[in-house]
């Protein structure tokens, strides 16, 4: 089935570490885009790309950053993950830049 | 930047019709989606609007009116999977999307 796949679907992590949440699609879709929804706050753009090759910053982008080495993968990595990004981690695609985004399921992370 | 007003929460009984409300204020204005989020899982697509008036599809409606800086979401025919959140977001002239924090519906039978 086509889709927007993210790994892992969980994960609790020592502040301090690295960590790189993985997206892959498989609809050809040329923008990606990964959120973060905290309670309250609403889905908020940390980081975007409209085709491979190209990244962007988004309302949120310090403390991650992105890769689009090719259409189909496009990993979130914090380079040293502190509390305050407790979050739940959306990736998103869509076939451009103002065509309807689908959403993966989520990553749920938890910074100690 | 952009400011985007949605109400948190909304009841409603089953069967009723319910009616979300987005107000914004954005730098530059390429259209406006809804979203629907169940609790745990991911928003899914519900309408696009770009030129001012009505979209409806099936028991969902949305309205545009760009000179307002408003849109609503229509509900009709409520039924208890319709309990969610509704996320309003607007897409700028950079073509990044802003989201609401959403309102969460609450369908009562």
């Known amino acids: 089935i086509a889709g927007i796949t993210q790994a892992p679907t969980s994960q609790i992590l020592a502040a301090g570490r690295r960590m790189t949440l993985r997206c892959t699609q498989d609809m050809r879709h040329n923008a990606m885009y990964w959120y973060r929804q905290d309670l309250g706050l609403g889905l908020r753009l940390i980081h975007y790309?409209?085709?491979?090759?190209?990244?962007g910053k988004g309302e949120v982008p310090d403390g991650y950053s992105v890769s689009r080495a090719n259409t189909d993968d496009f990993p979130l990595t914090l380079a040293s993950a502190v509390p305050s990004q407790t979050s739940v981690y959306f990736c998103a695609s869509s076939e451009d830049s103002h065509q309807p985004q689908h959403f993966g399921d989520g990553t749920r992370l938890s910074i100690l | 930047g952009q400011n985007i007003d949605q109400p948190t929460e909304m009841t409603a009984t089953e069967g009723a019709i319910v009616q979300i409300n987005c107000t914004y204020q954005?730098?530059?204005?390429?259209?406006l989606f809804w979203y629907q989020q169940h609790a745990g899982e991911a928003p899914t697509f519900l309408s696009y609007?770009?030129?001012?008036g009505l979209e409806e599809k099936g028991r969902f409606s949305s309205f545009l009116s760009r000179s307002k800086g408003y849109s609503y979401l229509l509900l009709k025919e409520l039924q208890m999977k319709d309990s969610a959140s509704y996320l309003c977001a607007v897409l700028s002239n950079d073509y990044k999307l802003s989201f609401g924090a959403g309102t969460t519906v609450t369908v009562r039978a």
């Open positions: 790309s409209n085709t491979a090759g190209t990244t």
């Open positions: 954005t730098s530059g204005f390429n259209g």
């Open positions: 609007n770009v030129l001012d």
